[in-house]
């Protein structure tokens, strides 16, 4: 059967409705995969809302207390958003490159830094990354969030890398995810 991953489902293509085909590109739109989506599909497992906003702000903070402006996103273990925050004067290309690292650490359960340094010895991890419309270049500044063994959500942080300081997106998600899993978080 042929079909098309569409936010963790495979559907095949005859289920598109008439009408709706794919962008050029392959990938349906994003009407169509609304159209498709059963109407009250709960999110997957995730830090809880208000842990996320604090978390968040925290690292948002930490990257402007080093000059950066930067957007945060918290996910769940699928890496769709929780909560994504962008600071004062962040670009809004750092949302998507955040949601590209979320898409990362989803994909290989592992902080997004860490796949983009065995990347670079492993010409077919590239290709596997270049060939997924959800991630593209790997990256570093996306972290797992972990309760024991368990990975329970992700912080993802984009933008301190305009300051120079390329390890900066990581050193600001740790600080989120230090918040996320404090003990009674």
């Given amino acids: 059967m042929r079909g098309k991953t569409m936010l963790g489902l495979m559907l095949p293509l005859s289920l598109l409705p008439a009408g709706q085909a794919l962008a050029d590109d392959g990938v349906p739109s994003l009407a169509t995969t609304i159209a498709q989506m059963p109407k009250n599909l709960p999110r997957a497992e995730g830090p809880p809302l208000d842990a996320a906003i604090a978390a968040a702000r925290k690292a948002v903070a930490a990257c402007a207390a080093r000059g ?15 909560v994504l925050l962008s600071g004062e004067g962040a670009g809004v290309r750092s949302q998507l490159i955040a949601q590209t690292k979320a898409n990362i650490v989803a994909r290989f359960h592992e902080a997004s830094g860490l796949v983009a340094s065995r990347a670079q010895s492993d010409p077919a991890l590239v290709a596997q990354a270049a060939a997924d419309p ?18 329970i959500g992700i912080v993802a942080v984009s933008g301190g ?17 230090a918040d996320l899993e404090a003990p009674g978080k």
């Fill in 161 to 177: 890398g305009l300051t120079g300081d390329l390890t900066l997106d990581e050193t600001c998600a740790r600080v989120a995810v």
């Fill in 68 to 82: 950066s402006k930067v957007s945060v996103l918290v996910a769940d273990v699928v890496g769709k958003p929780v």
């Fill in 134 to 151: 959800g991630i593209g270049l790997l990256r570093g500044g996306g972290l797992p969030v972990r309760r024991g063994a368990a990975m």
